[in-house]
């Protein structure tokens, strides 16, 4: 094709690739934020919902963790909005985002088990899609 155009793209500029597997991904993107938003809203309100170990190597202030992951929960939305409108710079930041989430909610198990390892499910489910899917389009 002339000019390195392939077929089935709407030009330079735009990224005309299929909406499926972005608006598959794009949704959990954004209901992992939405959970990592309440988790720390209620870590920042100092909730009596978390417990505190006694004895654990990340122990943190409850407010500290609520501020980790309430930054995370805005950051995790604001990738799955740019997943859903397919920007090009959503793909690979889902990637990073999802990983950084991954980590954090396994570093906070201790203080609400069930909450973290559901979210961390959906993370590892959108890391592993998000990465074969960066990995089919490069």
Do not use: C, K
């Amino acid at each position: 094709m002339p000019h390195g155009a392939r077929r089935g793209t709407a030009g330079a500029g735009t990224d005309a690739r299929p909406a499926g597997p972005m608006r598959y991904f794009g949704v959990p993107l954004l209901l992992s934020g939405v959970l990592s938003v309440l988790q720390g809203i209620a870590g920042i309100a100092e909730d009596r919902l978390y417990g505190v170990p006694r004895h654990y190597e990340y122990r943190f202030d409850l407010t500290s963790w609520g501020w980790i992951h309430l930054v995370v929960g805005v950051a995790l939305i604001l990738v799955g909005v740019g997943v859903l409108q397919a920007v090009s710079w959503g793909r690979p930041a889902s990637v990073t985002v999802a990983a950084i989430s991954l980590v954090t909610q396994f570093m906070f198990i201790p203080y609400y088990p069930l909450w973290s390892i559901s979210v961390m499910t959906l993370d590892l489910i959108i890391l592993w899609g998000m990465a074969r899917l960066v990995a089919s389009l490069n």
